[in-house]
């Protein structure tokens, strides 16, 4: 039945593709509502639980390929001639948000310190697949899109060790097991690191070379092959994930031009059967669970925390008031996050269901409310959008009757020439990110 629901519902986001791209219709709310609806708590076409595997196992694998692919728009070089930005949303914005959401969860929500503070790390993560229409329209200012997509790629995996010693601490253990972390910080970096550049260097030998029909599988199995050794040593999967797509897009460009669309289609589907399945989990039943105080915790989190954190963190950035607004806004959380919070009711703590409700409610609005909102904030860049449809009228009526009122004076033609004011030019920006020239249209 899990299969025949994502069949069908796929054939349906296919046909309504054209429409979401241009409209605040999303395909990722679709597959959250089609959840909701076939989940066991509403129709009973789905029978799924927080417990069974394929949620956590499904949610991980996409929130893998999710990083891996959004690694590869990313080389060395950009991250290291533009990470003044990333730098400011990493180091001040994450720990931030974790601080501000930890103090709403305690003072609104009523959750002790330490639970309010792990559910805090666990909605510090953002995920940049629920603003798609932000990160990857070439409209939008290079430098945000670079920062949004670095951001969201980094902070899943500087997040985990937050919620794992939290986690031991809300337990009440005096083990919080910092050596242990940073060892998975580390395994997981070093295989996102070593496995590309080995395969890569294997590809350019002269003993091995990969068919036309093959080479998209590069990436693949370099893919697989981290996340196999990631669950194998116990590595950190997220960052080794990131790492691994930063590497093949800095050492193997014709690797990543051959895996580039691929590797997206294999991340949407991934993507969309987990929310899917974490759309069956949510019910009728488990939000009236939740109290009041709790879907106010849910919206302050979303439209105060980040926005508050962001606001600190980008001042005197050189950022314009538009984009600031625009990287407050989008910090949506997603799959990182219900990988986290898996992780609560797996540990079994006291408040665990509660903490649980709490990010299952933050996630559901902020997928709604950021993949529904990401086309409409990008159209804010387009530069034809700045100027009313009016204005161009209102001036054409004003030319036809100066001629009228003087007709034997013969009138300069008006040019659409000269230097565009828009600075259109190209270049690069002051972070060192490439931006391409963009003509007006009219």
């Known amino acids: 039945m899990l299969l025949l629901s994502f069949a069908a519902i796929l054939l349906v986001a296919v046909l309504v593709s054209a429409l979401a791209h241009r409209t605040i219709l999303s395909t990722a709310a679709l597959f959250l509502v089609a959840g909701f609806?076939?989940?066991?708590?509403?129709?009973?076409?789905?029978?799924?639980?927080?417990?069974?595997?394929?949620?956590?196992?499904?949610?991980?694998?996409?929130?893998?390929?999710?990083?891996?692919?959004?690694?590869?728009?990313?080389?060395?070089?950009?991250?290291?001639?533009?990470?003044?930005?990333?730098?400011?949303?990493?180091?001040?914005?994450?720990?931030?948000?974790?601080?501000?959401?930890a103090v709403l969860a305690h003072y609104v929500a009523g959750?002790?310190?330490?639970?309010?503070?792990?559910?805090?790390?666990?909605?510090?993560?953002?995920?940049?697949?629920?603003?798609?229409?932000?990160?990857?329209?070439?409209?939008?200012?290079?430098?945000?899109?670079?920062?949004?997509?670095?951001?969201?790629?980094?902070?899943?995996?500087?997040?985990?060790?937050?919620?794992?010693?939290?986690?031991?601490?809300?337990?009440?253990?005096?083990?919080?097991?910092?050596?242990?972390?940073?060892?998975?910080l580390a395994v997981g970096l070093a295989i996102g690191v070593l496995v590309p550049l080995a395969a890569i260097a294997l590809?350019?030998?002269?003993?091995?070379?990969?068919?036309?029909?093959y080479a998209p599988l590069n990436g693949v199995a370099?893919?697989?092959?981290?996340?196999?050794?990631?669950?194998?040593t116990h590595g950190n999967l997220f960052l080794a994930a990131f790492a691994a797509g930063i590497t093949v897009a800095t050492f193997g460009p014709r690797e990543r031009a051959a895996f580039e669309h691929f590797g997206e289609n294999v991340a949407e589907l991934?993507?969309?059967?987990?929310?899917?399945?974490?759309?069956?989990?949510?019910?009728?039943?488990?939000?009236?669970?939740?109290?009041?105080?709790?879907?106010?915790?849910?919206?302050?989190?979303?439209?105060?925390?980040?926005?508050?954190?962001?606001?600190?963190?980008?001042?005197?950035?050189?950022?314009?008031?538009?984009e600031q607004a625009a990287a407050m806004w989008?910090?949506?959380?997603?799959?990182?996050?219900?990988?986290?919070?898996?992780?609560?009711?797996?540990?079994?703590?006291?408040?665990?269901?509660?903490?649980?409700?709490?990010?299952?409610?933050?996630?559901?609005?902020?997928i709604l409310a950021h993949s529904s909102t990401d086309v409409v904030v990008a159209r804010?860049?387009?530069?034809?959008s700045e100027v009313p449809n009016w204005h161009g009228v209102l001036r054409r009526m004003r030319r036809s009757r100066r001629g009228a009122a003087v007709p034997q004076q013969p009138r300069a033609a008006v040019g659409t020439g000269g230097p565009d004011t828009d600075g259109g030019d190209g270049g690069t920006t002051d972070d060192g990110v490439p931006t391409d020239p963009q003509a007006r249209t009219k």
């Open 37 to 101: 609806a076939l989940g066991e708590g509403t129709t009973g076409v789905l029978h799924l639980q927080a417990e069974s595997p394929i949620v956590a196992q499904l949610a991980e694998l996409a929130l893998f390929a999710v990083l891996f692919t959004d690694g590869m728009r990313v080389g060395w070089a950009d991250l290291r001639s533009a990470w003044r930005l990333p730098g400011r949303a990493l180091g001040w914005g994450l720990p931030l948000t974790l601080l501000v959401t």
């Open 111 to 184: 959750l002790d310190w330490a639970e309010a503070l792990l559910v805090g790390a666990i909605l510090a993560p953002t995920d940049p697949v629920f603003a798609a229409a932000l990160v990857g329209n070439d409209k939008v200012p290079a430098r945000l899109r670079h920062l949004l997509n670095v951001e969201s790629g980094v902070n899943d995996g500087l997040a985990l060790p937050f919620v794992v010693v939290l986690l031991a601490v809300a337990a009440g253990s005096d083990d919080l097991h910092l050596g242990e972390l940073a060892t998975e």
């Open 203 to 213: 590809e350019r030998t002269r003993f091995f070379a990969a068919s036309a029909a």
């Open 222 to 232: 370099i893919g697989l092959l981290v996340l196999a050794l990631g669950k194998a």
């Open 270 to 322: 991934l993507k969309l059967a987990a929310l899917l399945v974490f759309g069956a989990l949510i019910s009728p039943e488990f939000l009236g669970e939740i109290p009041w105080t709790g879907w106010v915790f849910a919206a302050l989190a979303i439209v105060v925390a980040r926005p508050v954190a962001l606001w600190v963190s980008f001042l005197r950035s050189g950022l314009s008031l538009r």
């Open 330 to 366: 989008f910090g949506p959380k997603g799959f990182a996050s219900v990988v986290y919070g898996l992780l609560v009711l797996e540990a079994g703590i006291g408040a665990a269901d509660e903490v649980f409700h709490l990010v299952a409610l933050t996630i559901v609005i902020s």
């Open 380 to 384: 804010a860049f387009d530069e034809s």
